[in-house]
């Protein structure tokens, strides 16, 4: 019964460090690409106005949402034949979510401890969980971020008073860098 628990274990161990391995930041590339879930995507309203999001997985930092975000701007602007854009609305959105999971490395006095054990007597029913029911358990919080904003493009130089105001070529030459891409299968 031991050698089934520790196999059990580590299989479990096996299973999450592989999947862990896998997991990447969401690539700069469009929404849905691939079956992904995230990336950019954007909508025009007018001739020279578009809402333009880009969204991230489980690992993919707010710097980098916000980097895509901006960097999906730019080259819209540079695409449509104009010179700068400037954020008239700009905001990031953050999912936080919580996900337990029963430690591995739990032990009681009977050695690796793995599941609910049914022992414990509490207020008229059998408890699954020991006294120590907070320590058996791992908690992992899960952000997701989500970047949108309206922009608004320009031709010419970028106004020197608007603080929201982006020349669009030195964001793609300053960005382009530094986002993740796609990697090539």
Do not use: H
Not at 48 to 68: H, I, L
Request: proline residues 6%.
């Amino acid at each position: 019964m031991r050698n089934l628990r520790k196999t059990a274990v580590l299989a479990a161990l096996s299973g999450a460090l592989a999947l862990g391995a896998c997991a990447t930041a969401t690539p700069y590339q469009p929404a849905g690409f691939n079956g992904q879930r995230g990336g950019y995507a954007e909508q025009r309203l007018e001739a020279n106005r578009f809402n333009v999001s880009f969204s991230g997985n489980s690992v993919t930092s707010r710097d980098q949402v916000e980097m895509s975000l901006l960097l999906r701007a730019a080259e819209l602007t540079a695409e449509n034949g104009y010179d700068w854009f400037s954020t008239v609305t700009r905001a990031t959105d953050r999912d936080t979510r919580f996900y337990s999971t029963p430690d591995p490395f739990y032990y009681d006095r009977y050695g690796p401890y793995w599941g609910p054990s049914w022992r414990f007597y509490r207020r008229g029913y059998w408890s699954p969980w020991g006294p120590t029911w907070g320590n058996d358990f791992d908690v992992r919080q899960v952000d997701r971020y989500e970047a949108t904003a309206e922009i608004v493009m320009g031709r010419g130089p970028k106004p020197s008073g608007d603080v929201n105001a982006f020349d669009a070529r030195e964001v793609i030459n300053n960005l382009g860098p530094r986002v993740t891409r796609p990697v090539a299968k």
